[in-house]
Structure formats: structure tokens, C-alpha cells
């Protein structure tokens, strides 16, 4: 099978996996979370993808850059049940320039919005 034709799975580096599974489970609201031989967890999310977060203590939160994001249909609605379960949106000037609640706003009416977990890796959620 051709790299093009597989499924991509981001990995999530974090100094302590329990801490990070509150988050993961409790904040985004992942569950069946399947412990695996690295001592991480892998989350199946939507379209039969992954989320794999694992034990990286000197790579955790290094990244200034978006590590995963979803894709969802209601990015506001999404925004405001992640402000709900205590995640703090990013703010960002230009060239993003976020609203009050985090989201940015691009042509073609392409929107998205940054959140960080508790390591300081940066995930996205962007509408479909």
C-alpha cells in the first residue's frame, strides 16, 4: 500500500500519560482509549483515524506548531463545549487574527480555532 492511501495517525508527546488522559478523556471528551506497549494511549476518533498520545518527557509541548486537529461540521458549537469542559481557546493576531472566542475566520469561509493540552501541544479544530 502507497503512503497516499493510508490512514495518518498523529502522536501526541506528553510528560505524564495520566494527566494527559484526564484531559483527552475528560475535556475533549475521547473514550476507549487502548493502552499500548509504549506505555501511551490510542483514541479511535471519527472517519477510522487515530490519536495516539505517548511517554516523551523531553519532546512534551516543544512544538510551536498544530500537532492534529478535527475536522467537524459546527465549529462554533464545538468551541463553545470545549469552553464548557474548561479548555482555554488560543488567541492569535495576525495573521490569524482570533476572535473573542478563538476562532479565525479565512476567505472562502474556512474558519478555525487552537487550543493547547496540558503539555502545551497545539490541536486545532477547523470546520468541514
Known sequence: MALSEAIVQPTIPVTD???????????????????????????????????????????????????AAWLVDDLEAEVDELIGNGVTMEQYGEPLNTNEKGIADFEGGEKAAWFTDPEGNIMAIANR
Open 17 to 67: 500519560v495520566e494527566k494527559a488522559k484526564e484531559f483527552y478523556e475528560g475535556k475533549l471528551g475521547l473514550s476507549g482509549g487502548e493502552s499500548e506497549d509504549d506505555g501511551g494511549i490510542t483514541y479511535s476518533v471519527g472517519g477510522g483515524t487515530a490519536i495516539h498520545v505517548y511517554p516523551s518527557p523531553d519532546n512534551a509541548g516543544k512544538s510551536g506548531a498544530t500537532l
